[in-house]
T-cell receptor
Framework: AQSVTQLGSHVSVSEGALVLLRCNYSSSVPPYLFWYVQYPNQGLQLLLKYTTGATLVKGINGFEAEFKKSETSFHLTKPSAHMSDAAEYFCAVRGDRGAQKLVFGQGTRLTINP | ETGVTQSPTHLIKTRGQQVTLRCSSQSGHNTVSWYQQALGQGPQFIFQYYREEENGRGNFPPRFSGLQFPNYSSELNVNALELDDSALYLC??????????????FGPGTRLTVL
């Protein structure tokens, strides 16, 4: 079975500061990993994904994440936070290649201080 | 290219009633997944339909049921509504089968309130 743990339900950073959102996963098979963003009263938008190959993945809006198998982590970073980055962020794993079920973490609410 | 759409956007029902939520998948997609997102939680997988057949189910009781139509749109039906069914219901479409993408595209969701 797959599971995802997001460390920190709330993260607050200043505008222009580094954003780091933590995600650890558990999977019995090589994982496919995803980060989604959710703005208030909206659905989920894919930021980036890791399937195979390069472990450093670049996504939209300047975000990137690094897959570290030895640490079972897939942390999301952005060098310089912008006010528009304020949202809820979800890490997800799809471990079973036969089905496309996603298992999500509890989410991290990112607040940007001016 | 039309994205994933869901209807209605909001719905209020009373305990014991039945509800049907609808989802139109993105053009070219043959797989629809449904998720329940309770307030302050991450989405929970309900079930998935691939080419009109159920293709996996999460830990939800049988009163949660679904359909997928030949045009790959889908319905989620919930019978005997309970207060805990109040949530945002998200539909996601993707291209399943061999060679399919791993990416699920989400709709805006239907906010269900059970009183």
């Amino acid at each position: 079975a797959q599971s995802v743990t997001q460390l920190g339900s709330h993260v607050s950073v200043s505008e222009g500061a580094l954003v780091l959102l933590r995600c650890n996963y558990s999977s019995s098979v090589p994982p496919y990993l995803f980060w989604y963003v959710q703005y208030p009263n909206q659905g989920l938008q894919l930021l980036l994904k890791y399937t195979t190959g390069a472990t450093l993945v670049k996504g939209i809006n300047g975000f990137e994440a690094e897959f570290k198998k030895s640490e079972t982590s897939f942390h999301l970073t952005k060098p310089s936070a912008h006010m528009s980055d304020a949202a809820e962020y979800f890490c997800a794993v799809r471990g079973d290649r036969g089905a496309q079920k996603l298992v999500f973490g509890q989410g991290t609410r990112l607040t940007i201080n001016p | 290219e039309t994205g994933v759409t869901q209807s209605p956007t909001h719905l209020i029902k009373t305990r014991g009633q039945q509800v049907t939520l609808r989802c139109s998948s993105q053009s070219g997609h043959n797989t629809v997944s449904w998720y329940q997102q309770a307030l302050g939680q991450g989405p929970q997988f309900i079930f998935q339909y691939y080419r009109e057949e159920e293709n996996g189910r999460g830990n939800f009781p049988p009163r949660f049921s679904g359909l997928q139509f030949p045009n790959y749109s889908s319905e989620l039906n919930v019978n005997a509504l309970e207060l805990d069914d109040s949530a945002l219901y998200l539909c996601a479409s993707s291209l399943g089968g061999s060679g399919g993408s791993n990416e699920q595209f989400f709709g805006p969701g239907t906010r269900l309130t059970v009183l």
